[in-house]
């Protein structure tokens, strides 16, 4: 709510009511009679007349104020704001299986993290920053399971992110599973930009849908696949349980397809992305959220409405109930 008067200027009328109220004092103190002595007079106790009599000279005071202030046009405006934006709709569909239990990816100050532990990490950044969008999200492993659909509950969905636990879903890699589950998922969407970030450190080696099958699919719909091939090269770090329930560390190599993610994303129009520690992880979420900004459009304007009618009718009450009561008996008796 904003105020404001069309006509400011009019207020500088204000400064003459000053003046005109010292001429009416002026003439007043003139017209009076003068006694010898009023101490006798000032004895005498005070009509509810006399209390009154400065009234009217209040009320024109009031009621010439309240005029000029309404030929200043006095309004008060409601501003309202339209937002339009293209709207995005991103599912996040992540691998869970148990080779992301590897530690490679961390860095110095977190060397216990494993794969899916930064990768919550890093996605959780990214899933605060995308204000307006409407996100979901997928585990996978052997088979695909939606965690969260689409939803602008950033808390929430950041939530279920972080309750991602590898080796809860049958170990496997499913890729070509996980994305038709994404793809239905976003297949009614209406959303200006549909994407889906797959985020894998395997090859796909269960599920009976081939990657380069369930890509076509994405194509079709209009579903750009970011595909990111995280883990280090090489031998890696892995916990392992041994026979008396222990868990020690054992030096693996994990390959990753990195062929398959590449040619999913040239056939949905995405980009595949090497994320092999900390730093470029949170390089590459950084770049598909510069990819794919919402842009919002912003149009503010203020309806404004009038109270110079409302003004005016006090002010000229004013002055009419001023004369009434400079008529009257207040008006004649000497104060």
Partial sequence: MSFRFEHPWFLLLLLILPVWGWVGQTRRLRTRYHYPSLQSLRRLPKTWAQRLHPLPAVLGAIGLTLLIVALA??????????VTSDTV??????DTSTSMRAIDLNDEEANNQNRLEVVKQVAADFIERREGDRMGLIAFAAQP????PLTLDRAWLSGR???LESGTLPDGTALGSAL?????????????SKLIVLLTDGISNAGDIEPLNAAPLAEALGIKVYTIGAGSSGMVRMPLTDFFGRTVYD???????TRTLEEIADITGGRFFRAQNLETLEDVFNEIDELERTEVEL??????????AGVLAAGLGMLVLSRLCASSRIGRVTA
């Fill in 73 to 82: 046009r006095p309004q008060t405006g409601l501003q309202e704001r339209r």
């Fill in 89 to 94: 709709d991103i599912l996040l569909v992540l």
């Fill in 145 to 148: 399971y939606t965690v969260s």
């Fill in 161 to 163: 992110l972080q309750e």
């Fill in 180 to 192: 038709v589950a994404g793809v239905n998922r976003l297949r009614e969407s209406e959303a200006d």
């Fill in 251 to 257: 030096n693996v190599q994990i390959p990753i397809d």
């Fill in 299 to 308: 149009s503010e304007y203020t309806l404004y409405t009038e109270h110079f």
